[in-house]
């Protein structure tokens, strides 16, 4: 579950996010997208035009082997031509399955993983900051080494103890949401082997 932290600039309130998104997960480019973070869109937008680019590559080149080679002898060979047009796309489509399964669930779960603090953190370089009285979200942020301790803070033990303790039990909070994650992946995996060797 993904850690909310407070972030303002001039008054302007924004919600920075930390650890594992699962709304990455489910709805992909989408968050990006409602965040207004472009470049991530299209970050999160690349494996898709990557899958586009293949996809579009094997049309073109079907159409063209059919226009070029295959068209001409037609009226000679059309058993053989219609066997070896079923075999190009039964390997055209292996491909693109063998792509859909692989690439796209891997992109999801790695964006997932790192989309929110690469997010929190060019928020707090755009210049979102914690309000100063909140001490979760400075905590947080310092801790993540997203922007210095400040030298009265440095100086106040107590207060240093406080955001060491906090930052402490964020980082157990991040430890078992992984062990959570795992788990869960593990009991998926073995599901979907039980009902397909069923």
Known sequence: MAIKINLEKYGHKKKGYLSFSWTSLFFDFFVPLFRLD???FFIFLLPYLFLYIVTFKE???SIFLTSAFILP???KAPAFITLLDYYYYIDYLNTFIFIMVVLLPVSRLIFSFIYNDFYTKALVKEGYLPP???EYSNAIVKGHKFLEYTEEELLDK???ERYNKIFEEYKQERTKDFINFVLTAILLILLIAFLFYI
């Open 73 to 75: 002898y037609i009226k």
């Open 59 to 61: 049309i073109n080149t």
């Open 132 to 134: 100063k009285d909140d």
């Open 38 to 40: 472009f470049k991530w």
């Open 158 to 160: 107590e207060k240093m």
